[in-house]
């Protein structure tokens, strides 16, 4: 029953005007915002990689020290996730998110000021802190905005949003660079009396400092408009209203001591975080060693390539919407969530590491860079379950669930590219390969471990008999 609805003195709901009212649908606008930021998110942390050889080159920095500045930013995002979630959920997700965004654009425009291994490497430590929280906070949103029966679907649009922030990011940031590289740019530059001594800065800080400045018109577009609450926003009427959880009538909320408790004992957040760390392990190759895996074992330079590194992505992305929806819809056809959110984690991942493996037999660029959408795509089937299921286990603590498995999560992300550059100097990509496909194997197991129909906090609660 919808809180503050007319009873009649039988205590029944009276149907009023409002409950005859076609739902607003101001919901959509909050998804299209977090679709946009999932994209920038994704955008930025990608684009580094474009200009990887540019910034070696220019900054005498070495594949080792490259694979420490790639993975310090998964270390720092990890960590300062459960932080970022609990501020998200003590305070509310509106004002994290515009603090989240303005940190993590000022670190990436700053990226574009390193002058050596040091001062990037500080950089993009920052910039993981900066972002962490960022998904955490999303979850919150959704789990106040987003209806029970879509929740798969939505995620997966997240997702879709995610993934091709990251597939585009090498493509639109090859094209501003080329660019600022042209003779027109430059001769723009020099003939400009505040801009010509910019007229031989290398192109990559320029599009560091650009990306930079997408998050700063995203926040001025967000933060007047949206509202912790639909409650709390004018434009939701009630019929909009009844359409939400029970979370979207919440305010923002101070944590006891027994949800911590519960939050690090919870056997389904555990498991989905071991998932995370061990999938995120495998699908961080996709976002870091493509570009030089084609040019040593295939010979196709990296501006020609981005292509190749951007198809995985795009790819995963169709694949998560497309499992989102097909994962809600059998849902609500047989209502036996668990099982049919479990299909889908567990056959992607199961895919993800065949493929992974047979990309050591491929012959050719374009073999390879099949056997890698189809990895990309399989594991990204599962991305909305697994999505939807941390959103369902959180419930009025979704950003703190979230934040605690981003956490365990990015720990892979931030052990794949170190660990990734001491296995290919020592052994090879056909061992890189290997280990890949063992960490899907392993992610697939830990569905054994995950229950989406029971709350984590619910545990820190006596039983009712």
Known sequence: ???????????????????M???????????AFLCALSFLTYFDRVCIIRAQQDIQRDLNITDQQMGWVLGIFWFAYGMFEIPGGWLGDRFGPRSSLMRIVLAW???????????????????RLCFGIGEAGAYPNMAAVQARWVPLAQRARF??????????????????????????????????????????????????????WGAGLLGVFWCAAFYPWFRDLPSQSKEVNAAERRLLPDECTRESHSIARSTWVALFSSRSLWGLALYYFCGGFGWSFFVSWVPRYMKDTHHVEFHNSEWMAALPLFVG??????????????????????????????IGCLVASSAMFFIRSAESAYQAAFLMCLAAGAFDMGQSANWASIVDIGGR???????????????????????????????????????????????????LFINPERTFHSEAQPERH
Request: contains cysteine; aromatic residues 14%.
């Open 397 to 447: 603590h979704a950003g703190l669930a979230a934040g605690f498995i981003n956490m365990i999560g990015n720990l892979g992300g931030f052990a794949q590219p170190i660990i990734g550059a001491y296995i290919f100097n020592a052994f090879g990509w056909n061992a890189m390969f290997g280990v890949y496909a063992c960490a899907f194997l392993l992610a697939a197991s830990m569905w």
């Open 155 to 208: 995620g997966g649009l997240l997702w879709l949003c995610a993934r091709w922030g990251g597939a585009f990011s090498p493509i639109l940031f090859g094209i501003v660079l080329s660019y600022i590289d042209s003779a027109p740019a430059r001769e723009f530059l020099r003939s400009m009396p505040l801009l010509s001594a910019l007229s031989d800065v290398p192109s990559w800080r320029f599009g560091f």
């Open 21 to 31: 009212q076609a739902p607003t649908r101001v919901r959509y606008r909050v998804m």
């Open 105 to 123: 654009s000022l670190f990436t425009a700053l990226s574009g000021s390193a002058i050596g291994f040091v001062t990037l490497f500080i950089c």
């Open 317 to 346: 992305g169709l694949a998560c919407i497309v499992g989102g929806t097909i994962c809600d819809l059998l849902v609500v056809r047989t209502g036996r969530k668990r099982l049919v959110r479990a299909c889908f984690p567990i």
């Open 1 to 19: 029953m919808n809180q503050g609805a007319l009873k009649d003195a039988s205590g029944a709901e009276l149907i009023t005007d409002s409950a």
